[in-house]
C-alpha cells in the first residue's frame, strides 16, 4: 500500500513538501519515484531515486525547484517542492519502479 499525502492549495511561489507511506512490500529494495497527472494529460515522470537516496533523477521542468529524498527507516518517500508554479499544479503519485503499484495520489494546485 501506497498513501500520498501533503497536498493542497498553495499560491504560486510557495512551497510543500508531499510524502508517500509505504507498507506491504520492501521499500527499501526499490528505486522510487514520483509521478504527476496534470490536468487533462496522462501521468509524467517528476522524480526518482535509488535504494540508497543516490542519484536523484529530475524531469527537467522541476529540476532545481523539487527535491526527491526517502527515509527507509520508515518506508517513507518524500518530494520538497520549492517555487511552485501553476504549471505544477495536478495528482502526485508515488511509485515503486518496476512494478505496477500505485497509491491514490495528492492534489497539488497552484493558484493565487
Known amino acids: 500500500q501506497l498513501v500520498e499525502s501533503g497536498g493542497g492549495l498553495v499560491q504560486p511561489g510557495g512551497s510543500l513538501t508531499l510524502s508517500c507511506v509505504s507498507s506491504?512490500?520492501?521499500?527499501?529494495?526499490?528505486?522510487m519515484a514520483w509521478y504527476r497527472q496534470l490536468p487533462g494529460k496522462g501521468r509524467k515522470f517528476v522524480a526518482a531515486?535509488?535504494?540508497?537516496?543516490?542519484?536523484?533523477n529530475y524531469e527537467d521542468s522541476v529540476r532545481g525547484r523539487f527535491t526527491i529524498s526517502r527515509d527507509n527507516a520508515k518506508s517513507t518517500l518524500y518530494l520538497q517542492m520549492n517555487n511552485l508554479k501553476p504549471d505544477d499544479t495536478g495528482v502526485y503519485y508515488c511509485?515503486?519502479?518496476?512494478?505496477?503499484?500505485w497509491g491514490q495520489g495528492t492534489q497539488v494546485t497552484v493558484s493565487s
Open positions: 506491504g512490500f520492501a521499500f527499501r529494495n526499490y528505486d
Open positions: 531515486l535509488t535504494t540508497t537516496g543516490g542519484m536523484p
Open positions: 511509485h515503486p519502479l518496476d512494478t505496477s503499484y
